[in-house]
């Protein structure tokens, strides 16, 4: 069984809603939560595995993605619980954890002026990416060899076996300046009611925080 739904925001603390944050949870977190607990009785008959599809957010904490990475460090911990839980039944449990994923040709994706704004580049896919292909052969790994936490790409694994050095090192990787620009364009953005989501409406749709995009 995987559970692979998801969706990614940004914002401040400060101004980001209340209402995004609640998406943010409801689908990243209880979402997995439901698709676990609705799982299990199969699971547990078959001996089977459970496949949590998280990101390297949930260990590595980048300012202005506050909502998105509480939501899947919600996701790591849960897996976590979950792994002890079933382990004497036979049920295996494993977290994968991508990086930022190219988006398919065919997929629009909005330009996100609030990361952009700290990046220096609406995102980061030219230097730390992974195709879609790239996370399902890691997928595909995983489920053959029932194991418990992969990144994608895998030579990326060091984000998870380190997370307190590469939490330090992301906190070194933006200046001051960078994240004052960025905290200064979600304000704008929230003066305007309009939120950067994946699932809530981005900046340049006109869809106000709250409502869901058509």
Not at 79 to 91: N, P, S, Y
Not at 139 to 152: D, F, G, I, S, T
Not at 168 to 195: D, N
Request: charged fraction near 20%.
């Amino acid at each position: 069984m995987v559970s692979n739904a998801g969706i990614m925001g940004s914002g401040s603390v400060e101004s980001a809603t209340p209402a995004m944050m609640d998406r943010m949870v409801a689908v990243n977190l209880t979402g997995t939560y439901r698709v676990a607990h609705f799982a299990l009785p199969y699971l547990m008959m078959t001996r089977g595995h459970f496949l949590s599809v998280c990101s390297t957010a949930a260990v590595a904490h980048s300012p202005l993605q506050g909502q998105y990475c509480a939501s899947k460090a919600g996701v790591w911990a849960l897996i976590d619980c979950l792994r002890q839980e079933v382990a004497h039944r036979g049920v295996d449990v494993g977290a994968l954890c991508p990086s930022f994923v190219v988006p398919e040709p065919d997929e629009i994706r909005p330009v996100d002026k609030v990361m952009e704004s700290l990046w220096g580049e609406p995102n980061l896919g030219g230097k730390q990416s992974v195709s879609v292909g790239e996370v399902a052969d890691v997928a595909l790994w995983m489920m053959r060899k029932r194991a418990r936490e992969a990144v994608a790409p895998r030579k990326m694994s060091y984000v998870i076996k380190w997370p307190r050095l590469i939490q330090k090192m992301v906190e070194r990787a933006y200046p001051p300046q960078a994240i004052e620009a960025a905290v200064t364009a979600s304000r704008q953005l929230a003066t305007q009611g309009r939120v950067v989501s994946t699932d809530l409406g981005h900046e340049d749709d006109g869809n106000p925080a709250g409502r869901p995009a058509a």
